[in-house]
């Protein structure tokens, strides 16, 4: 966007430049918001960005994690917090484990506890220890920072013009917001006087609405950033410290002529809080579409700086574009600021980041959920090691035997040759599939 317009920075074609082609080309209508960038599709935009080395380092590894807490997810929902190995066969290809379900559970033996079962037959897995204790303690947590959700929350919902936002869009990012798995109930539920949840008879379309606005907790994030940088005298007389963000471009990025002051110039670039609402505002310039982007860049700003750490998939802020009004591709706001955001595609997911939040891999300022979800990511790391099949314990109980070892392999070789994983010839595992499903 800088580089073409002024507001980009990477080079390539502007959200606000797009605006303008369909006013150039005399679209009578009304202004149109959608992304339009030439013959540059956006798989093409997506690969044109510049690596950043130490986020796709990172990301190689959080893939791996995020494979793993899908199982768990799956493997706590049970009451007894085990599952068969055929089961979890039945579900390698939704849950895209890109190997066979028991190699899989063997690549994670810190996590998982592989045994028989004989009074069920079969071959079953569990959490370990460890991993138990890193849930329960992610949980307490949660649960001991209630205040903190809770002002999460409003801050969330007061972005929103009409002070609500849909029940589903929370559920998408529970996890990265800090959320309980339980806080309809534990948060919404239980505090009438902050939030209102309006059921919808079809369940789709539940709302969550905030009681009261609170014009304290209507700083930004950047704001309080921006007040610790520079004195009170240079926020009062100079733009660049009243409205500018922290920018880190990634190693290798090529300043081009005239990039400097093309940032300078947005760094000066007045735009609304993104607690203020603008929702009646209609742009009849180029300077009101470059204030609404740059104000669209600064909610995406806030958003990342609520969560737990500073990073979320594409895909599940995105369900709340709609409700904070902001009319512009977000995957495209990221790319075309790659001095605050930092947008990775590993694992076939597009995740994007707080640049200023990270420093060389890890949180400048850590949480104690992020910690504790760090030492899981650290038993993903280490696979194998310190494990021995045959003579080492695992998790407190003796270790899976050589025979043990063997009717594995040979359950996940029966599996891999079987044409369809929904046929199983113990009833137990047809009740287990049963329950699931109803779950």
């Not at 028991?102 to 592989?114: D, T």
């Not at 798995?181 to 059921?199: A, G, H, M």
């Not at 500018?244 to 735009?271: A, E, H, M």
């Not at 300077?287 to 594409?314: P, Q, Y």
Request: proline content about 4%; glycine content about 6%; charged content about 30%.
């Amino acid at each position: 966007m800088l580089m073409r317009m002024g507001y980009c920075f990477n080079g390539s074609c502007s959200s606000v430049q797009r605006i303008l082609c369909y006013m150039n080309r005399g679209w009578k209508s009304g202004l149109r918001w959608e992304s339009w960038r030439g013959k540059t599709t956006s798989a093409q935009y997506v690969e044109q960005r510049v690596r950043d080395p130490t986020f796709e380092k990172y990301m190689e590894k959080h893939k791996k994690l995020i494979k793993v807490v899908k199982v768990q997810t799956i493997l706590l929902g049970r009451k007894d917090k085990t599952l068969s190995l055929h089961y979890l066969t039945r579900l390698q290809y939704k849950l895209r484990l890109r190997v066979g379900a028991a190699s899989f559970l063997r690549k994670y033996p810190h996590i998982f506890h592989v045994y028989k079962r004989p009074a069920r037959g079969g071959t079953w897995f569990r959490p370990t220890h460890t991993a138990m204790d890193l849930v329960n303690a992610e949980d307490k947590a949660i649960k001991d920072s209630e205040s903190l959700v809770i002002e999460r929350l409003k801050k969330l919902l007061m972005i929103s013009p009409t002070g609500a936002l849909p029940l589903k869009a929370f559920l998408k990012a529970y996890r990265e917001l800090g959320l309980p798995d339980d806080f309809e109930d534990s948060i919404l539920k239980k505090n009438p006087q902050f939030f209102r949840w309006t059921k919808d008879p079809g369940g789709d379309n539940d709302m969550v609405e905030l009681v009261s606005r609170e014009p304290s907790l209507a700083v930004a994030a950047v704001d309080k950033w921006r007040n610790a940088e520079y004195p009170r005298e240079k926020l009062e007389s100079e733009r660049e410290a009243r409205f500018g963000f922290k920018l880190q471009f990634p190693p290798g990025f090529k300043i081009k002529k005239g990039f400097r002051d093309k940032v300078k110039t947005w760094q000066k670039l007045p735009y609304w809080s993104p607690y203020e609402d603008v929702s009646t505002f209609k742009p009849r310039s180029i300077g009101g579409f470059k204030r609404l982007e740059k104000r669209a860049v600064g909610i995406l700003h806030e958003f990342l700086s609520l969560t737990v750490e500073k990073m979320v998939e594409v895909e599940q802020i995105s369900h709340f574009r709609k409700p904070f009004n902001i009319k512009l591709n977000i995957r495209d706001l990221f790319l075309d600021h790659t001095g605050i955001f930092y947008l990775s595609t590993k694992g076939k997911v597009h995740t994007v980041f707080l640049r200023e939040a990270y420093h060389r891999g890890n949180l400048i300022e850590p949480n104690l959920v992020y910690v504790i979800r760090r030492k899981l990511l650290d038993l993903v790391v280490l696979g194998r090691h310190g494990m021995d099949l045959q003579s080492q314990k695992l998790d407190g109980r003796r270790a899976i035997s050589t025979d043990e070892a063997s009717g594995i392999e040979k359950v996940e070789e029966e599996s891999n040759q079987s044409e369809s994983w929904e046929t199983c010839s113990d009833s137990s595992h047809d009740e287990e599939g049963e329950q699931w499903d109803q779950e």
